[in-house]
């Protein structure tokens, strides 16, 4: 089949994008509200983009509160989505009003963060705390709003649990890191294979 995006032609009842750009990993970002309400919300638009500088991004459809809390506080704190937390994650995607905790909503316990105020997932075996550097306006090939906001943060610290770490290494196989393979499907890292590069 051929469709073009823009159009929306493809006769299928979802997008079929979300299940060919797959996996994707989710970044479920924990903010504080300006009158100190933690907020947490997974999004599957979201990647690292670089290294030192340590910058990653998620994007979201809209000024949701979590970027709203973002762009007012200026900092923010990525948890590592798991398997093992998938119904929470589940949960807080779910629209509740701004005076209202995701933390609460979903029963999970909050830890301090080192660098920055929002606070971490106790139960995510890791979570990166970030200073807010930019949020972008998406604008499509005509140079029209898209609606869609994309976040950058720099990572200024990093916690890993302890037992995920081997002669050196973080396992990854371990983590068991959550990702979305479109609609309502999701998959986890559990197997990994070394391959060096060549040369």
């Not at 200026?74 to 629209?95: D, P, Q, R």
Request: charged share 20%.
């Amino acid at each position: 089949m051929f469709y073009e995006p823009a159009r929306r032609n493809h006769g299928l009842p979802h997008n079929p994008l979300k299940a060919i750009v797959a996996p994707r990993p989710i970044g479920w970002i924990s903010t504080l509200s300006q009158d100190g309400v933690a907020n947490l919300a997974p999004y599957s638009f979201f990647n690292m983009v670089s290294e030192q500088p340590d910058i990653l991004m998620f994007s979201s459809a809209g000024l949701k509160d979590t970027v709203r809390n973002v762009m007012a506080t200026g900092a923010f704190v990525c948890n590592l989505a798991t398997i093992e937390l998938i119904e929470a994650v589940n949960l807080t995607s779910k629209a509740i009003p701004p005076d209202e905790s995701e933390f609460d909503l979903a029963g999970l316990e909050q830890a301090p963060s080192r660098l920055v105020k929002p606070p971490r997932v106790a139960a995510s075996p890791c979570a990166l705390e970030c200073v807010w550097i930019e949020t972008l306006d998406v604008k499509d090939r005509h140079g029209a709003s898209s609606g869609r906001h994309v976040t950058f943060g720099e990572i200024v610290g990093v916690h890993i649990d302890d037992a995920f770490i081997e002669n050196g290494l973080v396992r990854t196989d371990r983590l068991h890191a959550l990702a979305r393979d479109g609609y309502f499907d999701y998959s986890w890292v559990d197997e990994v294979r070394s391959l060096p590069r060549p040369g």
